[in-house]
């Protein structure tokens, strides 16, 4: 969700009175894209940020004690990206790279059985996320820029402290190589802004690392496609240019940590598990070796 919204000229509509940061919205077209009937089928409710939700998977925006959180499913045979974010944010936790923290899900008084993941909203009403897309297009990639250069330029000639980004850059082609994330597009990071002064905040915390860990193949550790920079991995890895802050040993734990967390699905056999957990320590290691 973000803070930008149009209204009907001298509608008399308040700002204050209507966002969904603060005020209640709609649940029917959550209930429809989760396979439930709303209660009034013939008067649905549009006034939700579900209508402008994008992405593939299975997603709703709900308010769970009092706080507005974004419920999200998985996909394929495994089910596996809720279980994967998961992981993505322990990860990050032992490493210390700013993140949104997600949790596993069951939805409350339901019949469905089905674990999600589950996650704050990180921007509010007086901020909003910009992603990297948009920045990009700021100015025209020159030809001697690489895409990585030139997202720092448009980040620099909007006025963003390049040294800040480029650190959080880092850390983020780091994780997305521990956990063999395939699918990091622009419109999957991007950086905060006030809503109100349009001075930009900084890189926006990491979010939204479901596809990973080799989520739609049997074959665990197997090479997999790589993104924004790089078509692969050990490319893009290359292109991280601290690694100071990086620490093996706080990971030590992860493989048990996957291990555990996998046991909550009824689709990923133990197995799998352990080979994930295992993969995710190898590449770990091999950035250690990078350091």
């Given at each position: 969700m973000t803070s930008n919204w149009v209204m009907p000229k001298d509608s008399g509509l308040c700002w204050d009175n209507i966002n969904f940061f603060d005020n209640d919205f709609s649940g029917d077209i959550g209930e429809i894209l989760f396979g439930q009937k709303p209660k009034d089928i013939v008067n649905i409710n549009m006034l939700s940020p579900d209508a402008t939700s994008d992405g593939w998977l299975r997603k709703k925006w709900s308010i769970v004690n009092d706080k507005r959180v974004l419920i999200k499913g998985g996909s394929g045979v495994f089910e596996q990206e809720p279980f994967n974010e998961a992981i993505a944010t322990a990860v990050m936790e032992r490493l210390n790279i700013t993140h949104v923290p997600y949790d596993l899900f069951c939805i409350p008084s339901s019949e469905d059985e089905n674990i999600y993941s589950v996650c704050e909203n990180f921007?509010?009403?007086?901020?909003?996320?910009?992603?990297?897309?948009?920045?990009?297009?700021?100015?025209?990639?020159?030809?001697?820029?690489?895409?990585?250069?030139?997202?720092?330029?448009?980040?620099?000639?909007?006025?963003?402290?390049?040294?800040?980004?480029?650190?959080?850059?880092?850390?983020?082609?780091?994780?997305?190589?521990?956990?063999?994330?395939?699918?990091?597009?622009?419109?999957?990071?991007?950086?905060?802004?006030?809503?109100?002064?349009?001075?930009?905040?900084?890189?926006?915390?990491?979010?939204?690392?479901?596809?990973?860990?080799?989520?739609?193949?049997?074959?665990?550790?197997?090479?997999?496609?790589?993104?924004?920079?790089?078509?692969?991995?050990?490319?893009?890895?290359?292109?991280?240019?601290?690694?100071?802050?990086?620490?093996?040993?706080?990971?030590?734990?992860?493989?048990?940590y996957c291990i555990e967390t996998f046991a909550r699905s009824s689709t990923i056999a133990n197995d799998r598990a352990e080979a994930i957990g295992n993969a995710v320590m190898h590449r770990a290691g091999i950035v250690e070796k990078m350091r």
């Open positions: 921007v509010t009403s007086q901020t909003e996320l910009v992603p990297a897309w948009r920045v990009v297009q700021t100015l025209k990639r020159l030809s001697s820029d690489s895409e990585l250069a030139h997202l720092l330029r448009c980040c620099e000639g909007l006025g963003m402290e390049v040294s800040g980004i480029t650190s959080n850059i880092d850390k983020m082609l780091t994780l997305d190589y521990i956990i063999a994330n395939e699918d990091r597009h622009y419109n999957n990071f991007g950086f905060l802004r006030n809503a109100e002064s349009l001075e930009w905040m900084g890189f926006a915390p990491i979010y939204d690392s479901g596809t990973s860990l080799w989520y739609n193949t049997q074959k665990v550790g197997a090479i997999v496609d790589a993104k924004p920079f790089k078509k692969k991995h050990d490319e893009q890895i290359k292109l991280v240019q601290s690694l100071n802050w990086f620490k093996y040993d706080a990971l030590k734990d992860i493989a048990t």
